[in-house]
C-alpha cells in the first residue's frame, strides 16, 4: 500500500505561484511513477505532470510545459510540485497519486492505483 496525504493549498493572485506538497509512504516499489493531477469545477480530472523514481525524470502536460517544475525529496519522503505564472485557470482539486508501472505518463490517468485525497486551489484575477 501506499499513503499519499498532500498540502499547500490556498488561494493565490494570478502571476503569483505555488508550491503543493505531497507526504509519501508505504511500500516504495509500488510507487514508481508518482504524478500530480488536478479536477476543476465541473471538467474531468487532468494529469499535469509525472516523476519517475528509477530514472529520475519527470513529464509535464503542456497546460503547465515551461512553468511547473516536480521533484522527489527522498529524505522528507515527500514530492513537491512548483508552479509559476498562475492564471485563473490553474484553480482546481490538487491530488497526488502513484503507481508502480514502468510507464509513467499523466495522460493516462487509468494506470494510477493510490490516490491522495487532494488539496484546492484558487487562483484569483
Known amino acids: 500500500q501506499v499513503r499519499l496525504v498532500e498540502s499547500g493549498g490556498g488561494s493565490v493572485q494570478a502571476g503569483g505561484s505555488l508550491k503543493l506538497s505531497c507526504a509519501v509512504s508505504?511500500?516504495?516499489?509500488?510507487?514508481?511513477?508518482m504524478g500530480w493531477f488536478r479536477q476543476a469545477p465541473g471538467k474531468e480530472r487532468e494529469g499535469i505532470g509525472t516523476y519517475d523514481d528509477v530514472f529520475d525524470r519527470t513529464r509535464y502536460s503542456d497546460s503547465v510545459k515551461g512553468r511547473s517544475s516536480i521533484s522527489l525529496d527522498n529524505a522528507r519522503n515527500t514530492l513537491y510540485l512548483h508552479i509559476d505564472s498562475l492564471k485563473p485557470e490553474d484553480t482546481g482539486m490538487y491530488y497526488c497519486?502513484?503507481?508502480?508501472?514502468?510507464?509513467?505518463?499523466?495522460?493516462?490517468?487509468?494506470?494510477?492505483?493510490?490516490w491522495g485525497q487532494g488539496t484546492q486551489v484558487t487562483v484569483s484575477s
Open positions: 508505504g511500500n516504495t516499489d509500488l510507487r514508481r511513477c
Open positions: 497519486a502513484a503507481h508502480k508501472w514502468a510507464r509513467c505518463d499523466p495522460s493516462i490517468r487509468s494506470d494510477f492505483e493510490y
